[in-house]
């Protein structure tokens, strides 16, 4: 979930979080983020045949998912200025 590392500093500073607790789920997240991506890259690697021919395009899959939101964001506000 790269877009929710992105924009959870925000989140908590418009929310007004406390730094000790920011920083205990900032750290925790991280944690499991890497351990996670680590142990489903380890796991797949090791159960799916071929893997490597999948690699590139799941990277371009997710890649344009992180940028489908903006795009979206980038038409509504086109047509928005279109229409008025």
Do not use: E, Q
């Not at 997240?29 to 680590?38: C, D, R, S, Y």
């Not at 506000?77 to 229409?83: D, F, L, S």
């Amino acid at each position: 979930m790269p877009i929710v590392r992105t924009f959870a500093p925000i989140v908590a500073g418009v929310g007004k979080m406390r730094y000790p607790t920011f920083l205990f789920f900032n750290i925790i997240g991280g944690a499991l983020w890497a351990l996670g991506l680590t142990l489903v890259g380890f796991y797949l690697g090791k159960t799916v045949p071929n893997i490597d021919a999948y690699i590139l395009p799941l990277i371009l899959f997710v890649v344009f998912l992180s940028i489908l939101p903006g795009v979206a964001h980038l038409l509504r506000a086109r047509r928005k200025t279109i229409n008025h």
